[in-house]
Nanobody, 119 residues
Framework: QVQLVESGGGSVQAGGSLRLSCAASGNIYSTYCMGWFRQAPGKEREGVARIYSDGRSTYYADSVKGRFTISQDNAKNTLYLQMNSLKLEDTAMYYC????????????WGQGTQVTVSS
């Protein structure tokens, strides 16, 4: 089992920045990849970014490419999402997820942290 706890969400003006954190505990060495998802009211959940456990491979949704950066600190067992140049459409609940499968099918999820971007 892996437990994930997100933090760092909040309210920010458009153009601003936030850094989300996801603290992992439990059998973290079983994880192959971790990622960030988001879901806005009335919309489907969207994959935002993904990183593999070796840290060398990352993926970003087109909507955030160039503005968001996913990273991990293995010593702290923490996943990060640095979000710059935030837009109104980035407003959503952000979730951290982890996968214990090589195919990166997520089977562990955090409770989420709210990000609200205002004009």
């Amino acid at each position: 089992q892996v437990q994930l706890v997100e933090s760092g969400g909040g309210s920010v003006q458009a153009g601003g920045s936030l850094r989300l954190s996801c603290a992992a505990s439990g059998n973290i060495y079983s994880t192959y990849c971790m990622g960030w998802f988001r879901q806005a009211p009335g919309k489907e959940r969207e994959g935002v970014a993904r990183i593999y456990s070796d840290g060398r491979s990352t993926y970003y949704a087109d909507s955030v490419k160039g503005r968001f950066t996913i990273s991990q600190d293995n010593a702290k067992n923490t996943l990060y999402l640095q979000m710059n140049s935030l837009k109104l459409e980035d407003t959503a609940m952000y979730y951290c997820a982890a996968s214990s499968t090589k195919s990166c099918i997520y089977n562990y999820w955090g409770q989420g942290t709210q990000v609200t971007v205002s004009s």
